[in-house]
């Protein structure tokens, strides 16, 4: 009896201490789109340095390439790209020497002279999100058309567009256009309940086996702990991504003088 309770609670504090660090990537100035020439901060926010986060990206040239390899200037849990061009365009993430890898954001540049400011990371339901349709050279209040999945949604005087307490349906793909300056690139704003979820936009430039990273990654522990007449038992807990645990119990027919 004594043995079966201590067996439990070396479970209990195992898959307590089963849970990984994750860390959580931000972009300064907060948006999707940016001009060509300008400044971008990319932050992996997390709780454990000792985790070894470095940050990642995928271009139209470039798979998982870290920041400071041809591109970039690294600095602690940061990467600063001081005159960001289009060929910057693609998917970011920051990833652990353990495997596990943050949110991704897709960031787009242009040559163009309009661009969509819109949240970068994905928005709760019920708060509201406001799009600015920018030009790079005039002010950035001049009237603007904003379009949802390619259909018009509002014109503004003004150039700026809020969406008040947005729901699942707000979710897709925006875009604005401002007469005589051109149309913005396209953005996909994601749109979460209170439960903390990803949505990826979507894209070709999804790193390499980023799926095969959440799902197979697994922790294995071994608690042996009894030296007695009876064979030694050995458990073994898998733990995955997926929302499911599965235990293992198997014996080894091992004497407790060995």
């Not at 940061?78 to 289009?86: A, K, L, T, W």
């Not at 014996?251 to 060995?258: E, F, G, M, W």
């Amino acid at each position: 009896m004594e043995e079966t309770s201590l067996l439990c609670l070396l479970f209990l504090i195992s898959l307590l201490s089963c849970t990984t660090n994750q860390a959580r990537l931000t972009v300064s100035p907060s948006s999707s789109q940016f001009f060509e020439g300008d400044f971008v901060l990319l932050i992996c926010e997390e709780d454990d340095s000792s985790a070894g986060w470095t940050l990642r990206r995928n271009t139209s040239k470039q798979q998982r390439n870290q920041c400071g390899d041809g591109w970039g200037t690294s600095a602690n849990l940061s990467c600063d790209i001081g005159y960001i061009v289009e060929r910057d365009s693609g998917v970011y993430w920051c990833e652990s020497r353990e495997g596990p890898i943050s949110n991704m954001v897709n960031l787009t540049v242009t040559g163009g002279s309009v661009i969509l400011q819109s949240p970068v990371l994905p928005v709760m339901e019920g708060d509201d999100v406001t799009l600015l349709c920018k030009t790079k050279t005039t002010p950035s209040n001049l009237p603007a058309a904003f379009y949802k999945d390619g259909s018009l949604i509002r014109k503004q005087p003004t150039g700026h567009m809020t969406i008040q307490h947005v729901s699942r349906s707000d979710e897709g793909l925006y875009k604005c256009d401002i007469s005589g300056h051109g149309e913005s690139p396209s953005s996909w704003i994601t749109v979460t309940g209170t439960l903390t979820t990803t949505t990826l936009p979507p894209t070709s430039a999804l790193p390499p086996h980023s799926f095969s990273l959440h799902r197979v990654f697994r922790v294995v522990l071994h608690l042996v702990v009894f030296h007695t007449s009876s064979p030694l038992s050995s458990w073994c807990l898998c733990i995955d991504t997926e929302p499911k645990v599965t235990l293992n119990h198997s014996l080894i027919n091992q004497s407790a003088d060995d």
